[in-house]
């Protein structure tokens, strides 16, 4: 955790800053600078927006529900979203290993167990040796995984490790 701090912290900070400081800023930075060197200098305009507040005011009821909506296209109806997707997923190695937590410590060693004891159970009955072949691959890489390691192969392996 040590070694991963400052690339922790990193993020953090680009995090919050791209998503509130930078984002907020630009908002209001945008505001300002088009009512000042636009609306206030146009007789027409500023009739209908008489003071920055009207102005701020008209932001915020057209732009809001704007905003929403073309997120709301960006994640259902374009391909963009999924091309990050994908992207992030190529990234993240967790897509490759198990997760450290439940997963690692209950919820696969309990599915390799139940595995090992149908494995006991099946042998009883005549089982192909591609079928047992099958069960002690699978069996393999959930032991791989519980211990740490990837199965799969990543698209950016090297990035991962």
Known sequence: MRKNLPYRAWFYFRTGYATYLAFMMAIINTMVTVYYLAINQVPELKIIFPSFTVWAIFIALIVGPLGVFVGWLHLKRTPAYRSEAEVSAEANPYFYKLPPGYWREALAPAILELLSLNLKVLNKETLTESEVNSLKN????????????FVGQPRRMSAIE
């Open 138 to 149: 699978l069996q393999k890489k959930l032991q791989v995984l519980i211990d740490g390691g």
